[in-house]
């Protein structure tokens, strides 16, 4: 399934992102470019952070890895 329309991004290309190190929102937007412009699919990014992370921990809404987010609608 798309997850951002913008960048057109799926949830397995944000999943491979997670699986691959990114455990917070701003380290998948590097990843894979998800969350970038409209942020409408942030939410969506967070949920998959929670879910494919171990214990939940460290997915977070805030942007520790330095990407420039555009803000939530």
């Given at each position: 399934m798309i997850v951002c329309h913008c960048?057109?991004?799926s949830?397995?290309?944000?999943?491979a992102?997670?699986?691959?190190?990114?455990?917070?929102?701003?380290?998948v937007a590097r990843a894979c470019g998800a969350g970038?412009?409209?942020g409408g699919c942030r939410p969506v990014i967070d949920e998959i952070v929670s879910?494919?992370?171990?214990s939940g921990a460290g997915a977070g809404t805030?942007?520790?890895a330095g990407v420039r987010l555009a803000p939530s609608r």
């Open positions: 960048k057109a991004v949830d397995r290309q944000v999943r992102a997670v699986r691959a190190g990114a455990s917070r929102r701003g380290a970038t412009v409209c879910a494919e992370t171990v805030d942007d520790a």
